[in-house]
């Protein structure tokens, strides 16, 4: 899963980030409105998180401009304001959710995997395909039971296959999702990851490969 950050604090902002990568997630930050707007349309991201208080366009106008673009993405706005109005306009502006500074970084986590349970019209955290279970929340994966063992990035493309099964994952979106500016992740390096899942996943789940589109998790027949 790849997430805009938009917060011009670095600190709080490389907090956040360190934190969303502990998840498996990846993110890319900016410090202001403006280049997140060229982001917001160069890159299909799942989720971004805009701190209101923002230089220049501030992060209001910047949550209205995405959703007049027609960008459809859940927002977690971030404000040090706590007053009612604030946290109706924050909503009214476009935003999914609201989040008042000073906050705990699992709080902002356990928000961030609600809003992207929404967006995918799913109620429970668990995704089961065959005999393959992922738990999003506790960050897990068992496969008839018995763990697996998975690295981050092997985890987010797992996890990516499960939310697509039983249509194709585009190999192209998996390596976006994966990717970071200053980390990108080719197409081709997916491969890699795609190979040690299979790897690990053994006989009772298959990953087809989908020429020129991408891959498809299911269960194997017996």
Same mark, same amino acid.
């Given at each position: 899963?790849?997430?805009l950050l938009v917060e011009d604090?670095?600190?709080?902002?490389?907090?956040?980030?360190?934190?969303?990568?502990?998840?498996g997630w990846s993110a890319d930050?900016?410090?202001?409105?403006?280049?997140?707007?060229?982001?917001?349309?160069?890159?299909?991201?799942?989720?971004?998180?805009?701190?209101?208080?923002?230089?220049?366009?501030? &992060?209001?106008?910047?949550?209205?401009?995405?959703? #007049? @673009?027609?960008?459809? /993405?859940?927002? %977690?706005? !971030?404000? +040090?304001?706590?007053?009612?109005?604030?946290?109706?306009?924050?909503?009214?502006?476009?935003?999914?959710?609201?989040?008042?500074?000073?906050?705990?970084?699992?709080?902002?986590?356990?928000?961030?995997?609600?809003?992207?349970?929404?967006?995918?019209?799913?109620?429970?955290?668990?995704?089961?395909?065959?005999?393959?279970?992922?738990?999003q929340v506790g960050h897990t994966?068992?496969? &008839?039971?018995?763990?697996?063992?998975?690295?981050? #990035? @092997?985890?987010?493309? /797992?996890?990516? %296959?499960? !939310?697509? +099964?039983?249509?194709?994952?585009?190999?192209?979106?998996?390596?976006?999702?994966?990717?970071?500016?200053?980390?990108?992740?080719?197409?081709?390096?997916?491969?890699?990851?795609?190979?040690?899942?299979?790897?690990?996943?053994?006989?009772?789940?298959?990953?087809?490969?989908?020429?020129?589109?991408?891959?498809?998790?299911?269960?194997?027949?017996?």
């Open positions: 899963m790849r997430i604090d670095p600190t709080l902002a490389a907090g956040i980030r360190e934190a969303l990568e502990r998840e930050h900016v410090g202001a409105a403006e280049p997140a707007v060229g982001a917001a349309a160069l890159t299909a991201y799942d989720l971004a998180i805009v701190d209101i208080g923002l230089p220049g366009m501030d &992060g209001l106008s910047l949550v209205r401009r995405l959703r #007049r @673009e027609g960008r459809s /993405l859940p927002i %977690l706005i !971030l404000t +040090a304001r706590d007053g009612l109005e604030d946290r109706v306009d924050g909503l009214d502006s476009g935003g999914d959710d609201y989040l008042t500074k000073p906050f705990l970084l699992p709080e902002l986590l356990a928000r961030l995997r609600a809003l992207i349970r929404r967006s995918r019209a799913s109620a429970s955290p668990i995704l089961v395909v065959g005999p393959l279970a992922l738990d994966a068992s496969l &008839g039971g018995e763990p697996l063992e998975l690295t981050g #990035r @092997e985890w987010s493309v /797992l996890e990516q %296959l499960m !939310l697509a +099964a039983p249509r194709v994952a585009n190999k192209s979106r998996l390596a976006e999702s994966l990717g970071q500016w200053d980390r990108e992740i080719t197409a081709n390096a997916v491969e890699i990851y795609i190979s040690r899942l299979r790897g690990k996943l053994g006989a009772r789940m298959a990953i087809r490969t989908v020429r020129g589109i991408g891959y498809r998790l299911e269960e194997t027949p017996r």
